[in-house]
């Protein structure tokens, strides 16, 4: 069983920096992969990045490639995205979610379905 929290999320301006932190709890987070979703106001929740839970395989959204990074700590059952030069099309609900366990090591799920467990959520608004 692995419990998420995300915190970090707020108010910013066009061009602003945010760092989404997901705290973990559970002897296994090291072994399942992380991926961040978003879910803008009246839209789908959509994968935006995720790593794999040897850390050595990372996906992007084109939409966010070169502005955005995810990382995670193992020691410490913490994964991070860091988004810079933020637009307002950023703006959402930001979700962390732990994949199933047992994938292999440098797989890096996509789907809603391969992804188990779930924060809550924190607000991301960027203003124009």
């Known amino acids: 069983q692995v419990q998420l929290e995300e915190s970090g999320g707020g108010l910013v301006q066009s061009g602003d920096s945010l760092r989404l932190s997901c705290a973990a709890s559970?002897?296994?987070?090291?072994?399942?992969?992380v991926g961040w979703f978003r879910e803008p106001p009246g839209k789908q929740r959509d994968l935006v990045a995720a790593?794999?839970?040897?850390?050595?395989?990372?996906y992007y959204v084109d939409s966010v490639k070169d502005r955005f990074t995810i990382s995670r700590d193992n020691a410490k059952n913490t994964a991070l995205l860091q988004m810079n030069r933020l637009k307002p099309e950023d703006t959402a609900v930001y979700y962390c979610a732990a994949g199933s366990y047992g994938f292999k090591e440098y797989y890096v799920p996509r789907l809603r379905y391969e992804y188990d467990y779930w924060g809550q959520g924190t607000q991301v608004t960027v203003s124009s």
């Open positions: 559970g002897r296994t987070f090291s072994r399942h992969p």
């Open positions: 790593i794999s839970w040897s850390g050595g395989n990372i």
